[in-house]
């Protein structure tokens, strides 16, 4: 899946593990800025994910 980094907006390639459950949270850095993106993943019923994408300091 593809995401906007939270910091400087670059767009960013993530991998969802399906196995890892119906909610993941994990942190990725940005492969532009190098900054921590804080990723939260929510799978549905039929396998679809949503992303929440923000700053790992406002969290």
Do not use: H, K
């Amino acid at each position: 899946m593809t995401y906007a980094c939270a910091f400087c907006g670059e767009e960013n390639d993530t991998f969802v593990d399906p196995g890892g459950g119906a909610r993941q949270v994990y942190t990725e850095d940005c492969a532009v800025c190098c900054r921590p993106n804080l990723i939260a993943v929510t799978l549905d019923a039929d396998g679809d994910a949503q992303l929440e994408v923000t700053q790992e300091y406002e969290a």
